[in-house]
């Protein structure tokens, strides 16, 4: 017996009506995350995080606070997922070199041309031709979900989720959001789209690829390089500490 069933046996007997009513929320979550992750990770590990983080929730949850149950436990059973998937992180290093390598090149190519950085330009910066560019961003992408400010992954939605207690926190956590929004509008049309019917549509890659008329492959390149440009404009603003800067999108895939 493995993963909600198995904690709802153990539990059964134990009056936490919290947890024994949102154990669906937790399968919930890590069949929607499982579907955006390498094969080698396992649906059953990410649920027993995932029992943990709800447990926690459930300790914790101060209904004061305004925000319902579902929504503070949903925050908190995504985070001991992912950190679940980062403790077991499996890509080599050289994974996560090349990517910081790629979101380098973006930067300085946009900084110098004031435009989108297009996929040739950038292999040329790396010094690779375009099929190895491709396959950079395919092994970045298999390897984790990104994040925008660090090297340990997590989805855009989680990244714009208000989780910061404080008057002074908050007003950090809204700029944050805004700078973000204003990162994600610059993107080039192909790779809005893109992050738009995967997070927002919550389509998974071959869906996408459907509606876009292109391979679940090429969608993952494309997914890839939206959040690694995405990374480097967002550092770049920090580095400044200035607005971001407005960039021309190019109409090239």
Not at 171 to 197: C, H, I, T, W, Y
Request: net charge negative; charged share 30%; proline share 2%.
């Amino acid at each position: 017996m493995k993963g909600a069933a198995a904690y709802a046996s153990v539990h059964a007997g134990s009056g936490d009506d919290l947890v024994k009513l949102h154990l669906a929320l937790v399968k919930r979550i890590a069949y929607h995350l499982i579907s955006r992750l390498p094969s080698s990770v396992q649906v059953d590990d990410l649920i027993q995080a995932g029992l943990i983080g709800l447990m926690e929730a459930a300790s914790h949850y101060d209904a004061t606070q305004g925000a319902s149950f579902e929504t503070y436990a949903g925050i908190r059973v995504r985070g001991a997922m992912l950190d679940e998937i980062r403790r077991y992180d499996w890509a080599p290093r050289s994974v996560h070199r090349k990517a910081r390598a790629v979101a380098d090149a973006m930067r300085t190519i946009e900084q110098t041309q004031g435009r989108d950085a297009e996929d040739a330009e950038v292999a040329r910066q790396l010094g690779v031709d375009l099929d190895e560019y491709h396959q950079i961003l395919q092994d970045a992408s298999a390897c984790r979900l990104f994040s925008i400010d660090s090297e340990e992954g997590e989805a855009i939605g989680d990244m714009l989720s208000d989780d910061r207690p404080g008057p002074e926190a908050a007003m950090e956590e809204q700029d944050f959001k805004n700078e973000m929004s204003e990162a994600l509008l610059g993107l080039p049309e192909r790779e809005r789209m893109v992050l738009a019917l995967y997070y927002d549509e919550e389509l998974n890659l071959r869906e996408v690829g459907a509606v876009m008329g292109v391979s679940e492959s090429r969608v993952c390149q494309i997914h890839s390089q939206a959040l690694l440009r995405l990374k480097a404009r967002m550092s770049d603003r920090q580095e400044r500490g200035v607005g971001t800067v407005k960039h021309k999108s190019s109409t090239g895939d």
